[in-house]
C-alpha cells in the first residue's frame, strides 16, 4: 500500500507564506494525481489544487494568484506553496494520490494545520 506523510503546516500571520510538503512511499506504479485538499471546522473537505499526469493545473478560484503547486515525480512529491495568506486559509490541508492505473487506489495523507491569524 500507500504512504503519505504531510509537512509544513504551522500559525502565520495574515499576508505571510507557507510551503506544504508531501512524499509518497509504498508501491506507485503508472499514472497518478497528486492534489491538497483543505477542511475547516463545519465545511465540506474542498479541493484547492491539484496537478495531472500531463502537468495540467487546477486551483479553486479563491487561492489562484496566490498559491502554486509543484511534484517532483522521481520522488514521489507534491507541494503546495502559499503564499499572501488570509485568515480564511485556515483549515487542516491533506494531501491526496489516486492512482490512474492498476486498481485504480486512491490515498490521503493524515493532514496538516495551517491556521493564519494575528
Known amino acids: 500500500q500507500v504512504q503519505l506523510v504531510e509537512s509544513g503546516g504551522g500559525l502565520v500571520q495574515p499576508g505571510g507564506s507557507l510551503r506544504l510538503s508531501c512524499v509518497a512511499s509504498g508501491s506507485i506504479i503508472g499514472d497518478i494525481v497528486m492534489s491538497w485538499y483543505r477542511q475547516a471546522p463545519g465545511n465540506l473537505r474542498e479541493l484547492v489544487a491539484d496537478?495531472?499526469?500531463?502537468?495540467?493545473?487546477f486551483y479553486v478560484n479563491s487561492v489562484k494568484g496566490r498559491f502554486t503547486i509543484s511534484r517532483d515525480i522521481l520522488k514521489n512529491a507534491v507541494y503546495l506553496q502559499m503564499n499572501s495568506l488570509k485568515p480564511e486559509d485556515t483549515a487542516v490541508y491533506y494531501c491526496?494520490?489516486?492512482?490512474?492505473?492498476?486498481?485504480?487506489?486512491?490515498?490521503w495523507g493524515q493532514g496538516t494545520q495551517v491556521t493564519v491569524s494575528s
Open positions: 496537478i495531472l499526469p500531463g502537468g495540467s493545473i
Open positions: 491526496h494520490l489516486e492512482m490512474l492505473e492498476g486498481r485504480k487506489r486512491a490515498y
